[in-house]
């Protein structure tokens, strides 16, 4: 099968030009073009993140208490940290990511009673921090 053939094909399935380009090894200029050439829609997607969840789930392991402890890299700080292609992002924030969908505001850390627990539901941002301290009063901020 041509290559053109096959970037039709992807085309169709529903990729992205970078991902065809590489799976067919072809410049995604040249997905572009014939994607434009047939009419198809860019797909716009949400800015993926420079990491895999699943590297962050490698790199966790469940403990008492429903928290999850980091296996993976630690910073000088302390901070559990992964390793990603656009540098170090803490763990925290990535899993912020993996339980809100969102970029987090200002610095995100544990909410829980576990010193660094990485569990997606129990890390906070400042506005959540905030929200908590207003209810809750300062002793839980
Ligand atoms: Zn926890």
């Avoid at 053109?4 to 073009?33: F, M, P, S, Y």
């Avoid at 403990?63 to 540098?87: A, F, K």
């Amino acid at each position: 099968m041509s290559a053109r053939a096959d970037i039709i094909r992807l085309l169709h399935a529903g990729l992205g030009n970078k991902a065809i380009a590489r799976q067919v090894h072809v410049r995604h200029q040249t997905v572009a073009a014939i994607r434009a050439e047939l009419g198809l829609p860019n797909i716009v997607r949400p800015a993926t993140a420079p990491y895999s969840e699943d590297a962050f789930w490698q790199r966790t392991q469940p403990v008492d208490g429903g928290h999850l402890n980091w296996t993976g890299h630690y910073n000088s700080t302390g901070v559990p940290c992964l390793r990603t292609t656009e540098g170090m992002h803490t763990a925290y924030r990535i899993a912020f990511r993996i339980r809100w969908r969102r970029d987090p505001t200002g610095p995100v850390k544990p909410g829980c009673d576990m010193d660094r627990c990485v569990h997606p539901d129990h890390v906070e941002d400042q506005p959540m921090r905030q929200l908590y301290a207003a209810i809750f009063g300062e002793a839980a901020a």
